[in-house]
C-alpha cells in the first residue's frame, strides 16, 4: 500500500541554523502538507501546497519557514534560522483528489530537536 | 481557539467492550469529520470520517455517529482489543478550495486492557 515517508526520522541542530525536512507523498496526490506536534501538545497545521503554489498558511509559518516541491516527488520544509520552540515532530501529509472526503495521510514524521 | 475539543484525556476499557471515544466542535462550517489513531513514535493512521450531511458511518469494527444539532461526534470501537490502545484524533475539515486543512482534538488516550 503507497505510503507517505519523510527524511531524517530525528534531526538535532543547533539554534539559528538551516533545517530541510524532506517528504516523499503518495505519488499520484495532489495536495501536500506540513503539520507539527509540539510535545504533549495537539496536531497544529501549517501550510498547504496545491498546483506549485502554497493555498493556505497558519499563523505559525511566518518567513522562516518555505516549502517547495523540486522534483515530481519530494516535498520539502526549510526553517531558515531554527529557534528553541521550533522543537516538534514535523508530519507530512497528502491527499488525491478533490471532492469526497478530504482524508489525508500522513508520514511517520520527523523529530526535530533544537538545541 | 479549540474549535474541535476532546475533553477526555485518557480511557481505559476491558478486551472486548465498547470503548467510546467523544468530540466536540464549534464550528459550523465544518463538513467532514475524520479520525486518525496514532501510536507514539509514528504519524497519525486514517481511521474513518463522516460527512456532514450524515450521522453514522461503518467500517468494521468502528462507528462514528455525529449530532449536528448538538455539534458532537463519537467513535466507537466495538468489540475493543489490545491493539487498539493508541491515542485517538479528531479531526474536522471545512470544505471547498484547495486546502482542506484538518483541525485536531488534543486527542484521547484509549487503553485496553487484556
Known amino acids: 500500500e503507497p505510503e507517505v515517508t519523510q527524511t531524517p526520522s530525528h534531526q538535532v541542530t543547533q539554534m539559528g541554523q538551516e533545517v530541510i525536512l524532506r517528504c516523499v507523498p503518495i505519488?499520484?496526490?495532489?495536495?501536500f502538507y506540513w503539520y507539527r506536534q509540539i510535545l504533549g501538545q495537539k496536531v497544529e497545521f501549517l501550510v498547504s501546497?496545491?498546483?506549485?503554489?502554497?493555498?493556505?498558511k497558519s499563523e505559525i509559518f511566518d518567513d522562516q519557514f518555505s516549502v517547495e516541491r523540486p522534483d515530481g516527488s519530494n516535498f520539502t520544509l526549510k526553517i531558515r534560522s531554527t529557534k528553541l520552540e521550533d522543537s516538534a515532530m514535523y508530519f507530512c501529509?497528502?491527499?488525491?483528489?478533490?471532492?469526497?472526503?478530504?482524508?489525508?495521510?500522513f508520514g511517520p514524521g520527523t523529530r526535530l530537536t533544537v538545541l | 481557539d479549540q474549535q474541535v475539543k476532546q475533553n477526555s484525556p485518557s480511557l481505559s476499557v476491558q478486551e472486548g467492550r465498547i470503548s467510546i471515544l467523544n468530540c466536540d466542535y464549534t464550528?459550523?462550517?465544518?463538513?467532514?469529520f475524520l479520525w486518525y489513531k496514532k501510536y507514539p513514535a509514528e504519524g497519525p493512521t486514517f481511521l474513518i470520517s463522516?460527512?456532514?450531511?450524515?450521522d453514522k458511518n461503518e467500517d468494521g469494527r468502528f462507528t462514528v455517529f455525529l449530532n449536528k444539532s448538538a455539534k458532537h461526534l463519537s467513535l466507537h470501537i466495538v468489540p475493543s482489543q489490545p491493539g487498539d490502545s493508541a491515542v485517538y484524533f479528531c479531526?474536522?475539515?471545512?470544505?471547498?478550495?484547495?486546502?482542506?486543512?484538518?483541525?485536531f482534538g488534543t486527542g484521547t488516550l484509549l487503553a485496553v486492557q487484556p
Open positions: 505519488s499520484n496526490h495532489l495536495y
Open positions: 501546497f496545491y498546483n506549485n503554489e502554497i493555498s493556505e
Open positions: 464550528n459550523s462550517m465544518f463538513d467532514y
Open positions: 479531526a474536522a475539515s471545512e470544505g471547498g478550495g484547495a486546502t482542506n486543512k484538518l483541525i
Open positions: 463522516i460527512s456532514s450531511i450524515k
Open positions: 501529509a497528502s491527499r488525491g483528489t478533490s471532492g469526497g472526503a478530504p482524508t489525508q495521510y
